[in-house]
């Protein structure tokens, strides 16, 4: 069992940058694969990125080469490093976990809002 915790959300101008963070408690965080997933109003949801618990990450290529997932396993949290910000890139953020093949474990998500 792994609970999550996202912070770091609010309203940016196109261009701009936010960092999202994911707080991770009640399991051993090192041992999980970790990925953002997005959903706008009315849109299914999609994965953004995701780190594996050995480091490797993959981008969606909507979002390649502007945002950065990383981890920090000293400090149980992920995060989501978004640049060049779009609108298109306006949703709710959510952290998730994965210990073996399925990402079974949800954050309650931070809402990202982007002007145009």
């Known amino acids: ?7 770091g959300g609010g309203l940016v ?5 936010l960092r999202l963070s994911c707080a991770a408690s009640g399991s051993i965080f090192s041992r999980y694969d970790m990925a953002w997933y ?4 009315g849109k299914q949801r999609e994965l ?6 050995g480091g490797n990450t993959y981008s969606a290529d909507s979002v390649k080469g502007r945002f ?3 981890r920090d ?3 149980n949290t ?8 779009k609108p298109e890139d306006t949703a709710v953020y959510y952290c998730a ?10 954050g309650q998500g931070t809402q990202v809002t982007v002007s145009s």
């Open 1 to 7: 069992q792994v609970q999550l915790v996202e912070s």
């Open 48 to 53: 953004v990125a995701t780190i594996t618990s």
């Open 13 to 17: 101008q196109a261009g701009g940058s």
């Open 78 to 85: 992920v995060y989501l490093q978004m640049n060049s910000l």
């Open 97 to 106: 976990a994965a210990r073996w093949e399925m990402y079974d474990y949800w």
């Open 38 to 41: 997005r959903q706008a109003p």
């Open 68 to 70: 950065t997932i990383s």
């Open 73 to 75: 396993n000293a400090k």
